[in-house]
């Protein structure tokens, strides 16, 4: 899907390491917080008030990085460079009014929520004619740069199309008109066949982590049936999708009993009008770790050469989360076990 070749070099998994490690202190969080600029009620900087909002809520980034007010007439520069202006609209989704509990503790109801805000989102956004993509993305956990832990998404609705997403469309049409297949089906059919890599399936959604990962837990959750985008999932595949990501979510948490930190986006077909029809929609989980306290540094290999890396065999990884219960360990503590 991206045109890239993965190095898989699994025997360095154990080589000694001497670097530096993540602490992941767990506090008790409260599940209000008076100066969180999420939380329910309260006032943010730009002295816009919150909703006395009770499941999600959505508003416009105050500190948007696009913005319509961008400037438009920029210098041409000089020689072979060339500019244009990127504007679009920011927001923020709050997925809960709780300060403390993360997209894997949601029950799979709220989470199907969640999934309509994504919905409307996209197709309210996609809809505008300067919007040609709609970027939806979490950045969870400290290792990613994220300080408030108050459950929450962004989208970057944006008059140019961000490069993955470029990538995939044309690679997934070039492969339609190539094969008459849709690409990500037949990911799925190689997934199944060899299945060690399947996390979670019911009817009309799958999770699984996949031949080509690039990160030791890199996992995708997809609807079966091609949609372009989030949008046109019928009631019953938001409610499986739902489910599939609950799973998924938890036995990531699961396996080292922390919050697992990642950079999930949802890859979904430009809405500039192009023919999409070979897209098919689906969330990618790129978690920076490889071990507990252990981040996989991007450097020569990925940075300088641009080709991963990965120390990890991908059906290993898969089987660690196989192995893991699907009931959050924050709910086995609540519900009275050890
Ligand atoms: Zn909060
Ligand atoms: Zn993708």
Same mark, same amino acid.
């Given at each position: 899907?991206? $045109? $890239?070749?993965?190095?898989?070099?699994?025997?360095?998994?154990?080589?000694?390491?001497?670097? $530096?490690?993540? $602490?992941? *202190? @767990?506090?008790?969080?409260?599940?209000?917080?008076?100066?969180? /600029?999420?939380?329910?009620?309260?006032?943010?900087?730009?002295?816009?008030?919150?909703?006395?909002?009770?499941?999600?809520?959505?508003?416009?980034?105050?500190?948007?990085?696009?913005?319509?007010?961008? +400037? !438009?007439?920029?210098?041409?520069?000089?020689?072979? /460079?060339?500019?244009?202006?990127?504007?679009?609209?920011?927001?923020?989704?709050?997925?809960? +009014?709780?300060?403390?509990?993360?997209?894997?503790?949601?029950?799979?109801?709220?989470?199907a929520g969640l999934l309509?805000?994504? !919905?409307? @989102? /996209?197709?309210?956004?996609?809809?505008?004619?300067?919007?040609?993509?709609?970027?939806?993305?979490?950045?969870?956990?400290?290792?990613?740069?994220?300080?408030?832990?108050?459950?929450?998404?962004?989208?970057?609705?944006?008059?140019?199309?961000?490069?993955?997403?470029? =990538?995939? *469309?044309?690679?997934? @049409?070039?492969?339609?008109?190539?094969?008459?297949?849709?690409?990500? !089906?037949?990911?799925?059919?190689?997934?199944?066949?060899?299945?060690?890599?399947?996390?979670?399936?019911?009817?009309?959604?799958?999770?699984?982590?996949?031949?080509?990962?690039?990160?030791?837990?890199?996992?995708?959750?997809?609807?079966?049936?091609?949609?372009?985008?989030?949008? =046109?999932?019928?009631?019953?595949?938001?409610?499986?999708?739902?489910?599939?990501?609950?799973?998924?979510?938890?036995?990531?948490?699961?396996?080292?009993?922390?919050?697992?930190?990642?950079?999930?986006?949802?890859?979904?077909?430009?809405?500039?009008?192009?023919?999409?029809?070979?897209?098919?929609?689906?969330?990618?989980?790129?978690?920076?770790?490889?071990?507990?306290?252990?981040?996989?540094?991007? *450097?020569?290999?990925?940075?300088?050469?641009?080709?991963?890396?990965?120390?990890?065999?991908?059906?290993e990884k898969a089987a660690?989360?196989? *192995?893991?219960?699907?009931?959050?360990?924050? @709910? =086995?503590?609540?519900?009275?076990? +050890?």
């Amino acid at each position: 899907m991206r $045109e $890239e070749w993965i190095i898989v070099a699994a025997h360095r998994q154990n080589r000694p390491w001497h670097g $530096e490690t993540v $602490e992941h *202190a @767990q506090s008790a969080l409260p599940d209000y917080l008076p100066d969180c /600029y999420l939380c329910p009620g309260n006032l943010r900087v730009s002295d816009k008030r919150n909703d006395l909002y009770t499941s999600t809520f959505v508003f416009d980034n105050d500190h948007p990085c696009v913005g319509f007010d961008a +400037p !438009q007439d920029i210098a041409k520069p000089e020689g072979i /460079y060339r500019n244009r202006a990127a504007v679009g609209i920011a927001r923020v989704v709050c997925y809960s +009014p709780q300060h403390n509990l993360t997209l894997a503790e949601l029950e799979a109801g709220e989470i199907a929520g969640l999934l309509r805000v994504w !919905q409307e @989102q /996209y197709s309210e956004l996609g809809r505008r004619k300067e919007i040609r993509h709609v970027l939806i993305f979490e950045n969870k956990g400290e290792v990613v740069g994220v300080s408030n832990p108050h459950p929450h998404c962004q989208i970057y609705a944006t008059n140019f199309i961000f490069k993955t997403m470029e =990538t995939e *469309a044309r690679v997934s @049409q070039r492969h339609l008109a190539e094969s008459g297949r849709i690409l990500f !089906q037949d990911i799925i059919k190689a997934e199944h066949e060899d299945g060690r890599r399947l996390l979670f399936e019911n009817e009309t959604a799958i999770a699984f982590l996949p031949y080509f990962a690039r990160y030791a837990y890199e996992v995708y959750v997809a609807p079966k049936r091609t949609h372009a985008s989030i949008a =046109t999932l019928t009631e019953d595949e938001v409610t499986d999708f739902a489910e599939a990501l609950k799973v998924l979510l938890v036995k990531l948490d699961n396996l080292w009993r922390m919050p697992f930190p990642y950079v999930m986006t949802l890859h979904q077909a430009p809405t500039d009008g192009g023919d999409y029809r070979g897209f098919h929609f689906h969330i990618e989980f790129h978690p920076p770790l490889r071990r507990p306290n252990l981040l996989k540094y991007l *450097a020569g290999p990925e940075i300088g050469g641009g080709n991963f890396l990965s120390d990890t065999a991908p059906e290993e990884k898969a089987a660690e989360l196989q *192995a893991q219960p699907e009931v959050h360990y924050n @709910q =086995t503590y609540r519900d009275g076990e +050890p």
